[in-house]
């Protein structure tokens, strides 16, 4: 099965919950499930067409790498799961993140609509705003989304490979 990457979408255990935020502020669909039972996850997972991302190394009856559909991150860290996950999946960094709260995509909101929706130093010194339809919540590029980014891109950076000796 052959899927662009933008088109790819993510189902989030509990055990790797954090990565959905980072996925979505890169603009991909990742919804977060804390159900506890694989035969849910791996349900939902084939139902919505996603791709199951975990850290658990056993899932239902058998391991996650017999699971179609599913990967074992491979680490504790968020960077290091963002990371494996765009290695796999060709995940580059898309310009209108998604709601990190509810993963609906945003819309592009101009100045006027988001007068008194947002801190007045915000209005003041920002131009862009994006909405969210269904949080009835406004983002902006501020130092926050600067920092998200340095650190995006780090995790979607080819690592060297390690040298043996």
């Known amino acids: 099965m052959t899927v662009k990457a933008r088109e ?10 954090r990565l959905s935020r980072w996925l979505r502020l890169l603009g991909y669909d990742a919804v977060l499930d804390r159900s506890r039972s694989d035969a849910v996850l ?31 991150l491979s680490s504790d860290f968020v960077s290091d799961q963002l990371g494996q996950v765009a290695r796999e999946f060709g995940l580059t960094h898309h310009p209108l993140p998604r709601c990190t709260v509810c993963n609906s995509e945003l819309s592009l ?14 209005y003041r010194s920002r131009s862009e705003f994006a909405y969210c339809r269904r949080c009835d919540k406004y983002y902006w590029k501020g130092t926050h989304w600067e920092n998200a980014g340095r650190k995006a891109s780090a ?3 080819p690592r060297p490979e390690r040298r043996q000796s």
């Open 155 to 157: 995790a979607l950076s």
């Open 109 to 122: 909101a101009t100045r006027a609509e988001a007068d008194g929706r947002v801190p007045e130093f915000v």
């Open 42 to 72: 791996l349900a939902r997972a084939r139902r919505e067409g996603r791709v199951l991302l975990t850290r658990k190394r056993v899932i239902g009856r058998g391991s996650v790498t017999d699971a179609g559909g599913a990967l074992l």
């Open 8 to 17: 790819t979408r993510f189902l989030v255990d509990s055990t790797a919950a």
